[in-house]
Nanobody, 124 residues
Framework: QVQLVESGGDLVQAGGSLTLSCTAS????????MGWFRQAPGKEREFVAA????????YYADSAKGRFTISRINVENTAYLQMNSLKPEDTAVYYC?????????????????WGQGTQVTVSS
């Protein structure tokens, strides 16, 4: 079992920045691909970014490219999502997730473990 805990969500003005953290316990994070997803009220959960086990390969949704950066520090059992140039449409609950799969990291169904989410609100 893996427990994931997100932190770093906050209220921020448009154009601002936030860094979300996802800390894992129970198993070594290096065994898992990691992803960040978000869900706005009334909308489906959507992919934001993912990173391979080694951290060498990253994937981004079009909405995140150029603004968000996913990273991980395996020895700290933590993954990060650095978000810059935030927009009101980025407002959502952000979830981190872990998967033992090696492919399909942009798909919610491949993930085995999920955190409880952290709220990001971007004001205009």
């Amino acid at each position: 079992q893996v427990q994931l805990v997100e932190s770093g969500g906050d209220l921020v003005q448009a154009g601002g920045s936030l860094t979300l953290s996802c800390t894992a316990s129970g198993r070594t994070l290096s065994s898992f691909g990691m992803g960040w997803f978000r869900q706005a009220p009334g909308k489906e959960r959507e992919f934001v970014a993912a990173v391979s086990r080694s951290g060498l390969t990253t994937y981004y949704a079009d909405s995140a490219k150029g603004r968000f950066t996913i990273s991980r520090i395996n020895v700290e059992n933590t993954a990060y999502l650095q978000m810059n140039s935030l927009k009101p449409e980025d407002t959502a609950v952000y979830y981190c997730a872990a998967t033992t799969k090696l492919v399909g990291l942009s798909t919610t169904t491949v993930y085995d473990y999920w955190g409880q989410g952290t709220q990001v609100t971007v004001s205009s």
